[in-house]
């Protein structure tokens, strides 16, 4: 089954607008995990905005103390020096490399990979030297796949918010996620996916592995508390796959 991994970041926002330490990250990270999410993501950015650099060890203490081999930790973001020691001071299970600017307000498009390997490559290897998994962000581009594997990471995350838009169509995904998958290369997803969405996504990819999931769902708990949101986008994952098993049948 696709794993749902659960931003924190739109909770991180919210806390930072007053200086009052609250909403609490961990308390709300016990809730998405109790509700069944199996993991979380942060995206720490330069000027800490929304996820702060001490938050990051937070999570990773908290999650070291009271989780389960099977809750995964994600930490996203730029591979600068600070980022990647950051992500090697902190235990977690996989890093997503994104091509982001500090400018930026949120992540709007993936790596050039073959234009970057060096800077790739390197990042790569002294995060797999210490036993982290390691995501690339990309656009759904087949041909990007190749520099994908040369460059050593173990994953992609492809970037949906042009397939959210009807800008990018699905067929375009299912290619990538074939290309990846005869490059032993495993598939994760993020960004504007919802309960719209994700289902028609995961019926088309049903191996995608992982799915990140911040903005929409942070909207949906604001409604239906955490454990209704959360259930809903499990339920929504579960709907997918089944589909894909009965177009298989």
Same mark, same amino acid.
């Given at each position: 089954m696709t794993k749902l991994s659960v931003n924190l970041n739109k909770v991180a926002l919210l806390r930072n607008q007053r200086d009052v330490g609250y909403p609490s990250l961990i308390e709300h990270a016990k809730l998405i995990l109790e509700a069944g999410a199996h993991g979380l993501t942060v995206h720490p950015r330069?000027? @800490?905005r929304h996820i702060r650099k001490s938050d990051v060890g937070e999570i990773a203490s908290f999650l070291k103390e009271h989780r389960n081999k099977d809750i995964e930790f994600n930490i996203e973001g730029y591979p600068s020096e600070d980022f990647i020691n950051l992500c090697l001071q902190h235990?977690?299970?996989?890093? #997503?490399l994104v091509p982001d600017s500090p400018s930026q307000? #949120?992540?709007?498009h993936g790596? *050039?990979?073959? *234009? *970057? @390997?060096?800077t790739l490559?390197?990042?790569?290897?002294?995060?797999?030297?210490?036993g982290r998994r390691v995501s690339l962000f990309i656009d759904p581009v087949p041909k990007i796949i190749e520099s994908v594997k040369y460059v050593g990471a173990d994953r992609i995350e492809l970037y949906t918010g042009p397939y959210a838009e009807n800008e990018i169509p699905l067929k375009d995904y299912i290619a990538t996620a074939k290309e990846a998958s005869e490059h032993d290369i495993e598939v994760n997803a993020g960004h504007d996916l919802n309960l719209d969405n994700l289902g028609r996504f995961i019926t088309a990819i049903p191996d995608c592995t992982e799915v990140s999931i911040g903005h929409a769902l942070t909207a949906d708990a604001l409604i239906m508390g955490w454990n209704g949101a959360v259930n809903a986008y499990l339920t929504a994952i579960k709907y997918g796959q089944k589909s894909a098993n009965d177009r298989a049948a």
């Open positions: 330069p000027d @800490e235990d977690c299970d996989q890093v #997503t307000r #949120t992540s709007d790596w *050039n990979v073959k *234009n *970057n @390997e060096d490559k390197d990042a790569i290897s002294k995060l797999k030297d210490k």
